[in-house]
């Protein structure tokens, strides 16, 4: 049985490879499947355009689809980015450098202790079956925003979400280790049980 995953983002591609090598689905993406879709997420909040995604490339595709939304939110700027994290400030779709500097800049202009910095990145997956069957899973992971970026790593606004257990920031875990503990991995792994009763039916 098939498992779409809808992304077409390289970085996020990896992560769902290296989650999922052992679920018991074949993995697939939407360029393997010549779907070219990109719905518009209208939702206001991470579930809503998770489900939005979902739901559009399960019709499109006739497959079992997981789709997620995520994004970092900033204690001390009200939430932001929130669920306008990947076109924070009307940044360009690659540009992570100016949105996570947006961050900074903000950040700065408050002058904050690190105590004030809190701030947690969060996901929410949807997997949409054709049928218009929808599940959803959740994952999140505590931080602080660092004063200056560090780490090759990661992507988004890894380089300056700092872990004060680990003394790193996100882009400089190891991968593996990453995948273990970022928002991403904990909502895969509570997606996985869900997953796993999908593949149990195949």
């Given at each position: ?5 809808a992304?077409n ?8 490879q290296q ?29 809503e ?44 779709k ?6 996570y ?47 200056a970026?560090?780490?090759e790593?990661?992507f ?11 003394g ?7 991968p593996a280790l ?9 909502a ?5 049980p ?9």
């Amino acid at each position: 049985m098939k498992l779409l995953i809808a992304t077409n983002n390289r970085h996020k591609i990896q992560e769902y490879q290296q989650i999922f090598a052992d679920l018991p689905l074949e993995i697939t993406f939407p360029a393997q499947e010549n779907l070219a879709l990109d719905p518009e997420e209208t939702g206001d909040t991470f579930a809503e355009n998770a489900i939005i995604k979902a739901k559009a490339f399960a019709q499109a595709g006739g497959l079992l689809t997981l789709a997620d939304d995520s994004g970092l939110e900033v204690d001390a700027l009200g939430g932001e980015p929130g669920v306008y994290s990947a076109r924070y400030g009307r940044t360009g779709k690659d540009d992570h450098t100016a949105r996570y500097r947006l961050v900074l800049e903000k950040l700065a202009a408050l002058n904050l202790p690190a105590e004030n910095r809190a701030a947690r990145f969060r996901c929410v997956i949807a997997i949409a079956a054709p049928d218009g069957t929808i599940e959803l899973a959740e994952g999140s992971v505590e931080g602080q925003i660092a004063r200056a970026p560090a780490g090759e790593n990661g992507f988004g606004y890894d380089p300056v979400f700092f872990l004060p257990e680990f003394g790193q920031t996100m882009a400089q875990l190891d991968p593996a280790l990453k995948n273990s503990i970022s928002h991403r991995g904990r909502a895969a792994q509570a997606a996985w049980p869900l997953l796993q009763k999908w593949a149990d039916k195949s």
